[in-house]
């Protein structure tokens, strides 16, 4: 539903190490600058409040960020959520006397102070904009201290149209009486209904055990939700089902709803009306267990001990109700449960976060199978971070109009999709560290009074636009006055450094050493793996930082990550070779480092394990790797960074005349297949990958290549041949020249499509004005890195000095972000891209992947450029 630009990690410790151009002093000027407007404050018109306040004042703006938001659809897209966090932001929580707000063109945008991560305290702003076409849209925050204070709230804080709502209410004054009509199947228990009294609204609700359907006690059974939209109930007992209010108009309506009964909002008010009949199902959007017997039964949440509604957030733009299930006995267990379920102005999603205690095999979500309706199934050939969704349409409204109901889930969270006699359902995989599993989802209704759409094909089409907002963010783009501040100095070798040193020290303290054996990948949410970047690459840039500033505790990292893979006979853990995938094999760099430190056998026994995979692994008719074994005939760009430079310098270390010999040879030929079947003769670009067979769905049927120019399979094979050229000797004078060659023509190429404003690269790089195309910096690091490397290593002349700077620069100015703590963050990652199954290798397809924060493909290679560019500044 929002943006997000906030870290991966809610590690909020000092980094210790901060660049020169932000000293301790320099930062303290920044935060004074930042937080506290210690140079002249600029006097705009008094910020909008209409609640009564001692004395008119002048509140006092400092500029804390300016962001540029772009829509990376084809579409419009009206209120349109942004995020950013306190800490992203770099500044502290506001305090009573100072509020936030967000300007674009001098137009005050509906801005909230929201929860982000459901752990009751705020963490950052949420604000809506209107994303009409693929313009930069500026958007300045500021900082607006009062010198008066806010006498009802404390705070203060503009007052904005209330387009949101969430609420309960439940009847004080009367009494509890034996229930006439107790529901069926809890005959046996002694239920009550409540006479007489009156409602009262409150923020916290836990029925009593003697509490049921129909009781007359909770004014419309349970919690309400909405937005200007429509608007949704929660049965708050054994039924769990979800119901819908559609709405005739855009005000809030919850509190005029069931005062006087349960029959009246049954009918069609001025307002509106219930419009769904839930019955036995899980209704709109609710959730529950499928059991894995015979007939796959689907167990609502019924059997619970007890059921606490919270009303969360009840915002202008966001509310939020928190469900607790305390004692939920299912068929599998007994674990506490909580629901998230929250909205957003502007949207009928309603967005479903469930935190499990216990692991579950699924929670399965799904809208009630009305006589007559018609499921609509979204497409799943697509990756999993994309949404999809599963729906229905027809007359199934009270009021006997159209109606349409989906669940959107993101398609690697997809067991199945199935239906029983009362639902369509969709199975999901929780996902998380056991006892902490999580599940996510959003829920949607469309009805045709409200919405204007008509039939199937005019709700085919929302479905879509909905699921592509979900799945592509908006781009954007973070420059905070705290990071402008450390940036101001000019660029100088100890500079360029210490951005790479604090970067390195940030993610030493967020997650750098969790990624051994059993611990845990904060980015995959999964255990670790024995592979390419978390395993291999990181640890590889952090062992060469230990190696340029004599700083051992950079050392930490290869030696209790790649090493805690290691048995102490030498056995891999985490790796089959079987799998014959050649993302398993960049850790062998670090073995070969660990072995010639220490000298200990089982390193060399482990790196000769992944030698021998490379004997034996599948290739191409003329000899190129396959990408993995399941990826059959088919060479990436990825693939010749992953094996090659392993290769190389295996065969340096432990083999000798003929056989060094061959394996080099193998290398070369490696680049010599990718020269030939990747690169585009027009551009000098390389395409991603190549089938041999043509078999694959995203290959060209004449030359098996893929359909784009994606910029870090690009900065994959860029870094593979300044890292290769490290191993290859002199004497071979042919395969040094011919790889040298490539880093010539590669660098002229790569200078043509370099963003000559900004000085980073494109994700697609060819395509810098098509819709959706973002400035990538994991590509950007990876290119600075190779043109530096190159000048240093004498491949390149000192003619490319200047994009080799550029290009740095634009790795500080773009995507750096600096925190009040002194840690470092890098932003605009591509997360994932590949080609297989729902990955196509399109335009598309590349624009839809998510986009990420300090993932370790990105932050390695930013370090790596650091130690370069310091390494080339020093020369100059």
């Not at 963490?123 to 900082?143: A, Q």
């Amino acid at each position: 539903m929002f943006s997000s630009n906030k870290a991966l990690t809610n590690n909020k410790q000092f980094a210790t190490t901060l660049t020169p151009c932000l000293t301790k002093a320099s930062l303290a000027m920044a935060i004074c600058f930042a937080m506290f407007g210690c140079s002249k404050p600029i006097n705009s018109e008094q910020a909008s409040d209409t609640t009564p306040i001692k004395e008119v004042t002048q509140p006092s703006r400092v500029k804390i960020a300016e962001v540029d938001v772009i829509n990376p659809s084809t579409f419009a897209r009206k209120d349109e959520a942004i995020y950013f966090s306190y800490y992203d932001l770099g500044i502290e929580k506001p305090k009573k006397n100072s509020s936030i707000e967000v300007l674009h063109q001098e137009k005050q945008l509906s801005t909230q102070h929201i929860d982000s991560d459901y752990d009751g305290v705020n963490d950052g702003i949420l604000f809506l904009i209107d994303l009409i076409d693929n313009k930069v849209n500026t958007v300045t925050i500021n900082t607006v201290k009062m010198n008066t204070i806010n006498e009802k709230t404390g705070i203060n804080q503009p007052v904005f149209k209330k387009r949101v709502q969430a609420e309960i209410s439940h009847k004080v004054d009367g009494n509890w009486l034996a229930h006439t009509k107790p529901a069926k199947h809890l005959i046996d228990k002694n239920l009550q209904e409540y006479q007489g009294g009156k409602f009262k609204n409150v923020t916290q609700l836990t029925p009593p055990d003697y509490y049921s359907d129909h009781s007359n006690w909770i004014r419309y059974e349970g919690p309400g939700i909405e937005s200007d939209k429509v608007g949704y109930r929660i049965y708050l007992d054994w039924r769990n089902g979800f119901d819908i209010f559609g709405k005739l108009t855009e005000e809030p309506i919850l509190s005029k709803i069931g005062q006087d009964g349960y029959e009246s909002y049954h009918h069609m008010q001025p307002w509106g009306m219930d419009i769904l009949k839930v019955g036995g199902s899980l209704g709109a959007g609710g959730f529950g267990l499928m059991t894995d017997d015979k007939n796959s039964t689907l167990e609502h949440i019924s059997e619970v001990k007890t059921r606490q509604a919270i009303i969360a957030e009840n915002g202008n733009i966001q509310s939020r109700v928190n469900i607790n299930y305390l004692g939920w006995k299912n068929s599998l267990n007994t674990q506490n449960l909580t629901a998230n379920i929250s909205m957003i102005a502007g949207s009928r999603l309603a967005k479903v976060h469930l935190n499990l205690e216990k692991d579950l095999p699924n929670i399965t979500a799904g809208v009630v199978k009305h006589q007559g309706s018609k499921l609509i199934q979204g497409n799943i050939d697509i990756s999993g971070y994309q949404y999809s969704y599963i729906a229905s349409w027809g007359k199934q409204s009270l009021d006997d109009s159209m109606l349409g109901m989906a669940i959107f889930f993101k398609k690697g969270q997809l067991i199945k999709t199935l239906e029983d006699e009362k639902n369509y359902l969709v199975q999901l995989k929780p996902r998380g560290k056991s006892g902490e599993t999580a599940v996510e989802y959003y829920f949607a209704s469309v009805w045709q009074p409200e919405s204007g759409i008509d039939n199937e094909a005019e709700f085919i089409a929302y479905l879509k636009q909905e699921a592509d907002k979900l799945t592509r963010k908006p781009r954007t783009y973070l420059s905070t006055a705290l990071t402008e501040q450390a940036t101001s100095t000019p660029l100088k070798a100890e500079g360029a450094l210490n951005w790479g040193i604090a970067l390195a020290d940030s993610e030493l303290n967020r997650k750098a050493l969790g990624y051994f054996h059993n611990g845990w990948d904060v980015n995959r949410a999964r255990k670790p793996k024995f592979e390419y970047d978390i395993i291999g690459l990181q640890p590889y840039t952090f062992d060469l930082l230990a190696d340029l500033t004599g700083d051992e505790k950079y050392r930490q990292v290869i030696e209790q990550v790649t090493a805690s893979f290691i048995t102490d006979d030498g056995k891999i853990l985490a790796y089959n070779k079987k799998n014959f995938n050649i993302d398993n094999i960049p850790p062998g760099r670090n073995l070969l480092r660990l072995y010639k430190r220490t000298q200990d056998e089982k390193f060399r026994l482990a790196a000769t394990a992944l030698r021998q995979q490379l004997t034996e692994h599948p290739k191409t008719s003329q000899g190129a790797f396959w990408h993995k074994n399941k990826y059959t005939n088919q060479l990436w760009l990825d693939g010749v960074y992953m094996g090659m430079p392993f290769l190389a310098e295996y065969a340096m270390m432990f083999e000798e005349g003929h056989q060094q010999q061959e394996s080099l040879h193998e290398v070369i030929n490696e680049f010599k297949l990718t020269r030939k079947y990747l690169r585009d003769e027009k551009s000098g670009l390389y395409y991603h990958g190549w089938d041999e067979s043509k078999e694959q769905s995203w290959a060209n049927k004449s030359t098996g290549q893929s359909p784009e120019f994606w910029a870090r399979g690009v900065g994959w094979l860029a870094m593979a041949i300044v890292d290769v050229l490290d191993s290859i000797p002199e004497k071979n004078i042919d395969d040094r020249k011919f790889l040298i060659e490539m880093v010539s023509e590669l660098a002229d190429t790569l200078a043509k499509v370099q963003d000559q404003t900004s000085g980073a690269w494109w994700q697609v790089l060819d395509k810098p004005n098509a819709v959706g195309n973002y400035k990538e910096s994991s590509a950007t690091a990876m290119f600075t890195y190779f043109f530096a490397k190159a000048i240093n290593n004498g491949y390149l002349t000192d003619d490319y000095n200047n994009i080799a700077q550029s290009a740095f620069k634009a790795l500080i100015n773009e995507f750096t972000v600096v925190h009040l703590d002194g840690a470092t963050s890098m932003t605009n990652q591509c997360y994932v891209a590949g080609l297989s199954f729902g990955r196509d290798g399109s335009y598309g397809y590349y624009m839809n992947e998510p986009v990420s924060v300090n993932d370790p493909k990105g932050t390695s290679p930013y370090i790596l450029a650091s130690i370069e560019m310091y390494k080339l500044l020093n020369k100059n």
